[in-house]
């Protein structure tokens, strides 16, 4: 009877991660809408290039800054019915986007969007690897992996419609949102035992219990989490401009855009894997090396070349993403969803400030130059990932 049971709530397990996966997709793939389309809105309204990096910003800050608070607060008493509630707060929102035609406004529709990805990542990561008994890299690359297939395939979608019949046409995106978070409901997902700090008993956070050298290297993890997210959100806020300049049509680039999403989706995939295996360091070092080296070739070579380079950019600068999360789990393995949500949300949040400055850099010196400036930061952050030290395990 006690195995008949236990096979039972791994077939109920596997729905709901099935459906929170679900959910993952549909969140990432309305975060996905905003970027590639920006230059839409610009055109529709009029926008500066700082404009559309401020919007950028404005989405991404209020998606991210939130997420050590909600982290904090899952490891004290995690409520996952609020993941119901993100998906379908963030379909409203990013879809009725589309009919505001005030910038003021649209950045306010924007803020309020982003909220839902602060919800649902920290408590949609802890809730995944509640519900799995696979490795940590591997689980967590598998989850992160199915909501970057969605950041994928929203400028495949969103830029054609939003082009050839008009952003107003977005507000269709709202349905298979609502009808997500509705599976979502109907298989239980906000019935997974809610839970504090799941993985240790405990209740609070407990830094004073903590070594200062790990909160050292949770900082550095940090810095680089923000070095990856700026490359990430501005290859995709601003890699459209970057190749207009290169003399590719946006309708083209758009499919570009798309399989640089999707090969990015892959390096999250195979680097969770290799971290398991080689130990999360190495992914990261050789990742971030790489990831320099194919932005060099974006910013100075032109065609076919130019586009291999940026779809593998984007391929690398993806493939720790589920390495950087774990080290720093490790190091805060008593706040371990807190320590997510400084990576996911903090390191996140302080890419997009650099985003921000980015489309500064892009008005005042020419887009070329401004990702030409990228490298800077990369190298940079390819020093501290060489520092990180090869123990990582909860008990350094």
Same mark, same amino acid.
Not at 6 to 14: D, G, L, P
Not at 203 to 213: A, D, L, V
Not at 369 to 379: K, M, N
Not at 381 to 386: D, E, K, N
């Given at each position: ?18 459906a ?24 529709? %309204?009029s %926008? ?12 991404n ?22 993941l ?11 879809? =009725?986007s ?15 969007g982003? =909220?839902?990805?602060? %919800? ?19 689980s ?17 979608l ?18 298979p949102?609502?009808?997500t ?40 993890? =940090? ?27 946006p ?10 999403? %999707? ?20 992914v ?6 790489l ?16 586009m ?31 320590a ?27 887009i070329a ?11 940079l ?6 520092i ?9």
């Open positions: 009877m006690d195995k008949t049971c236990a096979m039972t709530q791994r077939k109920h397990n596997a729905t709901r991660l099935l929170l996966s679900a959910g993952h997709f549909m969140n990432d793939f309305y975060l996905g809408i905003i970027q590639p389309t920006l230059y839409i809105f610009a055109q529709a %309204l %926008l500066t290039l700082s404009q559309q990096g401020f919007l950028a910003f404005a989405s800050a209020s998606g991210t800054w939130m997420q050590p608070l909600i982290g904090f607060l899952v490891d004290r008493h995690g409520k996952t019915w609020l119901v509630l993100s998906v379908a707060w963030i379909t409203f929102w990013i879809c =009725i589309g009919i505001v035609t005030n910038y003021y406004l649209l950045v306010l529709v924007f803020i309020l982003g =909220i839902g990805s602060a %919800l649902y990542h920290p408590l949609g990561s802890a809730a995944a690897i509640k519900l799995t008994d696979k490795r940590e890299g591997t967590l690359s598998v989850f992160m992996t199915i909501g970057s297939l969605a950041i994928a395939v929203s400028p495949a969103a830029v054609p419609i939003a082009l050839n019949y008009g952003l107003d046409k977005l507000v269709y995106f709202m349905v949102g609502l009808l978070a509705g599976i979502m409901y109907a298989v239980g997902v906000h019935k997974i035992d809610d839970f504090g700090n799941g993985h240790t008993g405990t209740n609070t956070i407990s830094m004073g219990k903590t070594e200062p050298i790990s909160i050292f290297w949770v900082v550095i993890l =940090i810095l680089i989490a923000a070095v990856r997210a700026w490359i990430r959100i501005s290859l995709v806020t601003f890699g459209t401009n970057l190749f207009i300049v290169k003399s590719v049509d309708a083209v680039f758009a499919y570009v855009l798309s399989f640089q999403l %999707l090969f990015s989706s892959i390096g999250t995939l195979a680097g969770g894997y290799l971290s398991d295996i080689v130990g999360n360091r190495k990261l070092v050789v990742s971030m090396v990831t320099t080296l194919f932005m060099g070739l974006t910013t100075k070579t032109s065609g076919i070349l130019a291999v380079s940026f779809i593998l950019t984007g391929a690398m600068n993806s493939a720790p993403n589920s390495a950087n999360i774990v080290m720093a789990r490790h190091f805060l393995p008593n706040n371990s969803t807190f997510t949500g400084l990576i996911m949300g903090l390191g996140a949040g302080l890419g997009g400030i650099g985003t921000l400055y980015h489309g500064y850099m892009a008005d005042t010196t020419g130059s401004s990702f030409l400036f990228l490298l800077i930061p990369l190298a952050s390819c020093i501290l990932t060489m990180l030290p090869h123990n990582t395990s909860p008990q350094v």
